[in-house]
């Protein structure tokens, strides 16, 4: 096994093939959904109602269902996202921190996907007081 040559083989340069990519809508509102929901200080996504007809699911055991998009829209259009959320913050948090925390996040999240975000709208639709019923010390 003394003298085995090695074949070097020519490679073509790197073909570059035409065509177009398109990232959907719902693709960029479950990443803004996922990053909305690691922002310290938001406790829900959603309106009153999806938040109530969520609820409702999870009691007939159907818990993830539209959960991946739920308090989030997004339109795309040539390469460039509009993100609207709408969120619920947990009490004590502040809205400025908050929201200026979340556009941060969003945007870092949707760009590591080769998009640019325009805009991110937030509307805070409440404030998740806590569990009632949870003891005090």
Do not use: W
């Not at 406790?43 to 969520?54: H, I, K, Y």
């Amino acid at each position: 096994m003394g003298d085995e040559a090695t074949q070097e083989l020519s490679g073509t340069p790197d073909v570059v093939v035409g065509g177009s990519t398109h990232v959907s809508d719902e693709v960029v509102e479950k990443i803004a959904v996922a990053a909305t929901r690691s922002v310290p200080g938001v406790a829900e996504l959603g309106g009153d109602v999806a938040r109530f007809f969520n609820a409702v699911l999870d009691k007939v055991g159907l818990d993830q269902v539209g959960d991946a998009r739920r308090g989030c829209s997004a339109h795309v259009t040539n390469g460039a996202a509009v993100v609207n959320l709408v969120i619920v913050i947990e009490v004590g948090s502040t809205v400025p921190q908050v929201t200026e925390a979340v556009r941060a996040k969003v945007t870092e999240a949707v760009e590591a996907y080769g998009l640019r975000v325009d805009e991110i709208n937030i509307r805070v639709d409440d404030v998740a007081l806590g569990d009632p019923a949870a003891p005090t010390a």
